[in-house]
């Protein structure tokens, strides 16, 4: 195919990361998981299947939980992002972490970043749910360790008034 | 993943500039959550991918007191289900998209990009066509419409030319004293595929009890999506009996062609067609009855 107009081998973007702007280079075929651990090297996102079954890779764009393996990385032009890296505060645990380690929800953690943000983005929509509402809201993160109850426990911890 | 070219174009004639000069090597991109894993897996080999999100009419979501909704191909199911309008008067939309994926791939996954993909298991056609959308469809030579139920031609395939879009779908207003439902079956509850998905779409007289309406579409047991007009016709203009509630879900059954594969076998799809239609039914008659006459 010959070069059509406005298609580019390589583009920069404008993303604010984590309430920093960063400008990057990106390939087309990026995903925005890649540009976050390979040229960020934000490995707190993790990637575990690579096609949106998982949610291992969510992280918040523009407000709202997606699976960043199915996301390109020019697609994120002029977006804000928030990775797991961006929650605790000089050292100290956010409240969703807070809750998922004191209530045992970890345990190899592979699948943690991934689940507390989309308990944050949750929770901000509905901020009072059931325990239904929290199963059904978790359903796009996969655990392999803790059988899911100590991590409904940790956000029903979060979720009463 | 393989490599491609990426263009963000903002208006619809440089999108389907962009495609035409590609010549069927170039694919649009809406939410991805389809797509993205097709290239990766060779599926799809596109060279260029002209993401459409930067186009304004691609990103309307808009209900249109006395004329309807318009859902620009690139909404998200996510901002679907919670717009307030479509919980109100399209609850069966509102319902498919919410059965589809898990929140995070609701907030990418667009409804352009489930009608196009043409999946038999689509979750949110069996709605549009009982709300008989209509789709807006823009090429090179200009644009055209088409009802969704046109549109949709079997598994994977519309009547899209390689360089024409689907611009938006139009739901019109659902008829006066109906509500709708949607009822779908899935071996697990979330982030599964629909073995059998029905639609219905219901209005009664609420005096008299008549069926002003009945609409039945069912997803999954056919090669497309299909109207099941039969079924419909055995309850227009009579009340709803409990008798006639059998007649339309086994002429509903009767309808579907299912498949038997990893899922579910052909017969269990046909006798699920005519639990799930019953099921959709009596919901619309119980909130009708509730809400003493549904939407005005």
Redo the contacts between chains.
């Keep these: 195919m010959g070069k059509t107009p406005g298609t580019i081998k390589k583009t920069s973007i404008a993303v604010t990361i984590n309430g920093e702007s960063h400008e990057l280079e990106v390939k087309p075929w990026q995903t925005l998981l890649d540009m976050l651990r390979e040229v960020l090297h934000l490995t707190g996102t993790k990637e575990g299947c690579g096609d949106g079954n998982c949610g291992a890779c969510t992280v918040i764009l523009d407000g709202r939980e997606v699976n960043s393996c199915l996301v390109l990385a020019p697609e994120v032009d002029g977006s804000e992002i928030l990775t797991i890296e961006g929650l605790s505060v000089q050292g100290v645990l956010d409240p969703i972490q807070r809750a998922f380690v004191d209530h045992g929800a970890i345990q190899c953690g592979f699948c943690s970043p991934g689940l507390i943000l989309t308990t944050r983005a949750f929770l901000a929509e509905n901020p009072h749910p059931t325990e239904p509402e929290i199963r059904v809201a978790i359903a796009g993160n996969l655990c392999r360790c803790t059988g899911y109850d100590k991590i409904v426990r940790a956000i029903m911890s979060l979720a009463r008034p | 993943?393989?490599?491609?070219?990426?263009?963000?174009?903002q208006t619809l004639k440089?999108a389907v500039?962009?495609l035409e000069?590609?010549?069927g090597?170039a694919l649009p991109?809406a939410?991805?959550?389809d797509l993205?894993?097709q290239i990766?897996k060779a599926a799809k080999q596109p060279?260029?991918?002209v993401?459409i999100?930067r186009i304004p009419q691609m990103s309307r979501l808009e209900f249109v007191p006395g004329k309807g909704l318009h859902l620009g191909a690139a909404v998200t199911c996510?901002s679907i289900m919670r717009h307030p309008q479509v919980r109100d008067m399209y609850p069966a939309l509102g319902q498919a998209c919410s059965q589809i994926?898990?929140?995070?791939?609701r907030?990418?996954a667009s409804v352009g990009g489930n009608v196009c993909n043409g999946a038999p298991s689509g979750d949110s056609l069996p709605p549009l066509l009982v709300f008989e959308a209509t789709a807006g469809i823009t090429g090179v030579s200009g644009t055209r419409q088409t009802t969704l139920e046109e549109l949709v031609v079997g598994p994977g395939r519309t009547t899209l030319g390689p360089s024409e879009l689907l611009v938006e779908i139009v739901v019109p207003l659902p008829a006066a004293h109906s509500t709708s439902e949607y009822c779908r079956l899935s071996l697990r509850?979330?982030?599964d595929i629909a073995l059998v998905g029905v639609a219905v779409l219901l209005a009664v007289e609420p005096d008299t009890g008549r069926c002003l309406e009945a609409r039945i579409a069912l997803g999954a047991v056919a090669p497309t999506p299909i109207r099941v007009r039969d079924a419909e016709t055995v309850l227009q203009g009579r009340k709803i009996t409990e008798r006639l509630l059998d007649r339309a879900a086994d002429l509903a059954a009767g309808a579907a062609t299912p498949i038997t594969d990893i899922r579910a076998s052909a017969e269990y799809r046909r006798e699920m067609v005519k639990v799930l239609t019953r099921r959709g039914l009596k919901a619309c008659l119980s909130r009708l009855t509730r809400q003493g006459g549904g939407r005005r």
Excluded at chain 2, 1 to 9: K, L, N, T
Aim: proline fraction near 8%; avoid cysteine.
């Design positions: 993943m393989p490599q491609f070219d990426y263009a963000a174009p440089e500039d962009l000069q590609a010549r090597r991109l939410g991805g959550t993205i894993p990766r060279a260029l991918l993401d999100k996510g994926g898990s929140r995070q791939v907030n990418r509850e979330e982030m």
